[in-house]
C-alpha cells in the first residue's frame, strides 16, 4: 500500500480572487473561519449545500480551533482550511495573552520572546493535521499595503501566517487576468489564474516545473477538477493524495 502524502499548501490573493472558493475545492474540506464577520460562510453554503454545516466552523477563540479539528478529524475530513493566516496569528496572540494575565493582571501586549509560544502552537497544529492524521493543509492570505517610515509604499504586501512559508509544500497567488476580445461589443472575459510562488517538491529547474496556471470556472467540487490541477503541480502519484 502507498503511503499518502498531505500537502500544505498557503493561497494568497487580493479581496475577491477566489481564495476561499479554491480552497474549499480541495478533497473532502472543513473549513475553519476566524474572520471578523465569518464572511466565509456563503461560500461553503453554495458549494455544499447540504452538508456545510458540518463543514463549517465558526472560530472565535482558541479552544473553538482544537474542537474544530477535533470534529473535522473524527468525521475523516481530507483537507483542513484555515480563513486567515493573518486572523490565526492574531487569535493564538489573544490565547497566549490571556493566559500570561491571568498571572500577570497587568500585561496588556506580548514580549517579542513569548510569541515562540503562538509560533508553537502553530506548530503543533500543523504536525497534528498533516503528520498525525494525514490531513491536507490550506491557509489563506490577504494582501495589505506596505509602509515605511509611516508612509505607504505603493506596494502590496502578502498578510499572512509568518511562518507558513516554512511549513508550505505549495504556495499559490491567485489574480484575475481580463481579456478582450471583439470589437463591437468588446466582450470581456475574466480568468483566475494561480501564480506559483513555490513548489517544494518539484526543482526549479526542471522542465516539470510550472510557474502559472488557469483554474477552471468550477462550481462542482465533487469532480476534483481545481484539486487534480493543483495536486499535479507536485508531480506526485496519484495514489499519493490524501482524497
Known amino acids: 500500500m502507498t503511503d499518502k502524502l498531505p500537502i500544505v499548501t498557503e493561497i494568497i490573493g487580493e479581496a475577491s480572487t477566489g481564495k476561499t472558493h479554491t480552497s474549499l475545492l480541495f478533497s473532502n474540506p472543513a473549513l475553519a473561519d476566524l474572520t471578523l464577520r465569518g464572511k466565509s460562510k456563503?461560500?461553503?453554503?453554495?458549494?455544499?449545500?447540504?452538508?456545510?454545516?458540518?463543514?463549517?466552523?465558526?472560530?472565535?477563540?482558541?479552544?473553538?480551533?482544537?474542537?474544530?479539528?477535533?470534529?473535522?478529524?473524527?468525521?475523516?475530513?481530507?483537507?483542513?482550511?484555515?480563513?486567515?493566516?493573518?486572523?490565526?496569528?492574531?487569535?493564538?496572540?489573544?490565547?497566549?495573552?490571556?493566559?500570561?494575565?491571568?498571572?500577570?493582571?497587568?500585561?496588556?501586549?506580548?514580549?517579542?520572546?513569548?510569541?515562540?509560544?503562538?509560533?508553537?502552537?502553530?506548530?503543533?497544529?500543523?504536525?497534528?493535521?498533516?503528520?498525525?492524521?494525514?490531513?491536507?493543509?490550506?491557509?489563506?492570505?490577504?494582501?495589505?499595503?506596505?509602509?515605511?517610515?509611516?508612509?505607504?509604499?505603493?506596494?502590496?504586501?502578502?498578510?499572512?501566517?509568518?511562518?507558513?512559508?516554512?511549513?508550505?509544500?505549495?504556495?499559490?497567488?491567485?489574480?484575475?487576468?481580463?481579456?478582450?476580445?471583439g470589437d463591437d461589443p468588446v466582450v470581456v472575459v475574466k480568468k483566475r489564474v494561480a501564480m506559483i510562488a513555490k513548489n517544494g517538491l518539484v526543482d526549479s529547474t526542471s522542465p516539470e516545473w510550472v510557474s502559472k496556471i488557469i483554474l477552471p470556472r468550477d462550481n462542482d467540487p465533487k469532480e476534483l477538477k481545481t484539486f487534480r490541477l493543483i495536486m499535479e503541480l507536485t508531480q506526485l502519484p496519484e495514489d499519493m493524495w490524501v482524497m
Open 42 to 181: 456563503i461560500n461553503i453554503q453554495r458549494l455544499y449545500p447540504e452538508d456545510w454545516k458540518d463543514r463549517y466552523f465558526r472560530i472565535k477563540s482558541y479552544n473553538d480551533l482544537k474542537v474544530a479539528i477535533k470534529k473535522a478529524r473524527e468525521d475523516k475530513r481530507a483537507t483542513f482550511i484555515i480563513e486567515t493566516g493573518s486572523d490565526l496569528r492574531l487569535l493564538l496572540g489573544e490565547a497566549h495573552l490571556e493566559n500570561i494575565q491571568k498571572r500577570s493582571s497587568g500585561r496588556e501586549a506580548l514580549g517579542t520572546y513569548e510569541w515562540k509560544q503562538v509560533n508553537k502552537w502553530f506548530h503543533e497544529m500543523v504536525e497534528y493535521l498533516v503528520e498525525t492524521h494525514q490531513m491536507n493543509f490550506v491557509i489563506t492570505a490577504e494582501m495589505k499595503d506596505q509602509w515605511k517610515n509611516k508612509t505607504r509604499t505603493g506596494v502590496r504586501a502578502r498578510d499572512g501566517y509568518p511562518k507558513t512559508n516554512f511549513y508550505c509544500d505549495l504556495r499559490l497567488y491567485l489574480k484575475i487576468e481580463k481579456e478582450s476580445t
